[in-house]
């Protein structure tokens, strides 16, 4: 069983389109984030959530809007896309707020191809 | 500003020692963590360090120095299984986890 899951893989899509990623824990955790990993590597961040509550909002554009349903799920939307958006997004969770140790558990993440 | 620093590549033979720094400046500190990513995977967990010292877990051991803003992995009897990037992360006082840009390990026969 997949203790953190994304779809889709895989995503090729043209500018100015909308597209979603869909992430899904059955790891009972209370926080689920979002992160992109650019082309040097860096994770970077975007969103946190906390028992569906937003706690960490990084300086992405408004483009991207997060949607928590129930704290089980964080999806991540993104509005008219653009060339410099293409990169690895990763979903992750934790049992609470990263502190004391708690271990971030990643998804496979998502590779957005912008042309 | 908030800087993490790790080698960009580390070349080492399968069976030996390999050790991968990283330094670090942060708003605060509240631990550190040492991930593993394999090319095109997700990074996976290794260790957290938020006392000084070393912590072992089998041929991998973390190190940390407070003082210092200094933490290393250690890796020995190395497998080309090993061959990935590893990661630094530092939780800073907001509990906020700040990533370096990972160190690419490539090990040879």
């Known amino acids: 069983d997949t203790a953190v899951s994304q779809t889709p893989k895989y995503l090729v899509t043209q500018m100015g389109n909308d597209k979603s990623i869909k992430c899904e824990q059955n790891?009972?955790?209370?926080?689920m984030y979002w992160y992109k990993q650019d082309s040097k590597k860096f994770l970077k961040i975007m969103f946190s959530y906390n028992n569906k509550e937003l706690i960490i909002n990084e300086t992405v554009p408004n483009r991207f809007s997060p949607k928590s349903p129930d704290k089980a799920h964080l999806n991540l939307h993104i509005n008219s896309l653009e060339l410099g958006d293409s990169a690895v997004y990763f979903c992750?969770?934790?049992?609470?707020?990263?502190?004391?140790?708690?271990?971030?558990?990643f998804g496979e993440g998502s590779w957005l191809t912008v042309v | 500003g908030q800087n993490i620093d790790q080698p960009t590549e580390m070349t080492a033979t399968e069976g030996a020692i390999v050790q991968i720094n990283c330094t670090y400046q942060?708003?605060?500190?509240?631990?550190l963590f040492w991930y593993q990513q394999h090319a095109g995977e997700a990074p996976t967990f290794l260790s957290y360090?938020?006392l000084d010292g070393l912590e072992e877990k089998g041929r991998f051991s973390s190190f940390l120095s407070r003082s210092k803003g200094y933490s290393y992995l250690l890796l020995k009897e190395l497998q080309m299984k090993d061959s990935a990037s590893y990661l630094c992360?530092?939780?800073?006082?907001?509990?906020?986890?700040?990533w370096g840009a990972g160190t690419k390990l490539i090990i040879k026969p």
């Open positions: 790891l009972g955790h209370d926080t």
């Open positions: 992750a969770s934790s049992l609470g707020l990263a502190d004391s140790g708690n271990t971030i558990y």
């Open positions: 942060t708003s605060g500190f509240n631990g």
């Open positions: 360090n938020v």
């Open positions: 992360a530092v939780l800073d006082s907001n509990y906020q986890l700040i």
